[in-house]
């Protein structure tokens, strides 16, 4: 029978992939759209003809459980969230509200529709669950590499707010057996990776100064270390931690660590420029309090699930690069013929 499955945070970088994989499976894909006019379907515009649409919003009990009861579906991912970890700081309370708040709503949308009653234990519904957990919220690390029993010490509101979502999925799954599994997801990126990012901000600037549009980058923490991989492998392990016998939560990482500097040098290195020539160092666009090193042990999740990576950092950073400076090339020449005809 066909598998249906609800992705909330559809018109995000990750949402448009798991939505590309979970239709090649054969799944029938609704996602959840907030407000009217979602500018940011444009991600997802080729796939609209394939997929399903509900509204809904996190910060909405009540919407949410429509939602899970018109959609009935066999897997909800809940990846929708306020991702941009320096916004955090600013909106802390939205933050909050979203990451960690709506996560429970969400879980309540399920066993509310699932019929699971509170005052049971050890139930279970149907819906298997999948939560968006984070490595912000090993914080300020105690040991390397971070693995599933790797104490949290979140660095920012966005960590703490994940960090309940983390414990209320787990807490859901203790308390009334329902399928609830958190993927403690290291940084992922791609062509669609948001363009505050630093990835994406590199890769851009990269293709706008080959061009000659622009002359100089600005970056806050170039010693800032991360474990970075492609957004098209990581939703691969969320749908295949929906399909274990039993929930449990999962790392999932590259085991890679490499340095902000190591992204420039290998971006600029792709078009045959020298960062140093470009970067500027913005102390506005350091944190409040940093992250300073990440790096994943995912060896249960090789181990039990069989993931795998295909894309490293060098190749993942030149996909990024080669893809915006083939979107800048295409702009530019479209600039040049409408200035042409206005002749
Ligand atoms: P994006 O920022 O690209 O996407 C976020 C999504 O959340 C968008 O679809 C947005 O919708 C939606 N959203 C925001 N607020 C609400 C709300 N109140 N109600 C409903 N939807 C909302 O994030 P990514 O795709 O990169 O990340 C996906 C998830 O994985 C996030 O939860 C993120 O925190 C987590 N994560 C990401 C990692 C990464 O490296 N990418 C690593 C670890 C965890 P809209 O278009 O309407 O704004
Ligand atoms: P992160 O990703 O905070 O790890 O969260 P981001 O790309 O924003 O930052 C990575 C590191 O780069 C340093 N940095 C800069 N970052 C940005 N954005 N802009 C800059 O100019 C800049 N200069 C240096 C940062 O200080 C940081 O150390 C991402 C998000 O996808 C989260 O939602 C997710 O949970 C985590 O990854 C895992």
Not at 121 to 141: D, L, N, P, W
Request: net charge neutral; hydrophobic share 40%.
């Amino acid at each position: 029978m066909t598998k249906r499955a609800l992705i909330t945070g559809v018109t995000g970088q990750d949402g448009s992939y798991l939505a590309e994989h979970l239709l090649s499976l054969g799944y029938q894909v609704w996602g959840l759209i907030r407000g009217q006019a979602n500018p940011r379907k444009s991600r997802i515009s080729r796939l609209m003809a394939d997929l399903s649409f509900v509204d809904g919003d996190l910060m909405d009990q009540g919407s949410l459980v429509s939602a899970v009861d018109k959609v009935q579906p066999d897997e909800v991912y809940n990846l929708a969230a306020i991702s941009f970890v320096p916004l955090s700081w600013q909106q802390a309370e939205l933050t909050a509200e979203v990451n960690g708040m709506g996560v429970l709503r969400v879980l309540e949308a399920i066993r509310m529709v699932c019929g699971i009653d509170k005052s049971r234990t050890a139930s279970s519904g149907q819906i298997r669950f999948y939560q968006a957990s984070s490595s912000e919220m090993f914080g300020k690390v105690i040991e390397t590499p971070q693995h599933e029993t790797t104490i949290f010490h979140p660095r920012s509101p966005y960590g703490v707010a994940k960090s309940y979502g983390h414990f209320i999925t787990r807490n859901y799954r203790e308390s009334f057996g329902m399928y609830g599994v958190s993927g403690i997801l290291f940084n992922h990126e791609s062509p669609r990776r948001g363009a505050e990012f630093v990835t994406r901000k590199i890769s851009l600037a990269v293709a706008q100064i080959k061009l000659g549009l622009q002359d100089k980058l600005r970056l806050g923490n170039l010693d800032a270390v991360r474990d970075w991989g492609f957004a098209g492998d990581y939703v691969r392990a969320m749908h295949l931690m929906l399909q274990q016998d039993e929930a449990t939560d999962y790392v999932v990482g590259t085991g890679r660590m490499h340095s902000v500097r190591d992204a420039v040098r290998i971006a600029f290195g792709a078009v045959g420029m020298r960062w140093e020539d470009h970067v500027v160092i913005d102390p506005r666009l350091v944190r409040p309090a940093e992250v300073e090193t990440l790096c994943a042990d995912s060896s249960r999740a090789r181990a039990e699930l069989g993931w795998r990576t295909t894309v490293d950092f060098e190749q993942l950073m030149h996909m990024m690069v080669e893809s915006d400076l083939r979107q800048a090339e295409q702009e530019q020449r479209y600039a040049d013929l409408a200035l042409a005809s206005s002749w």
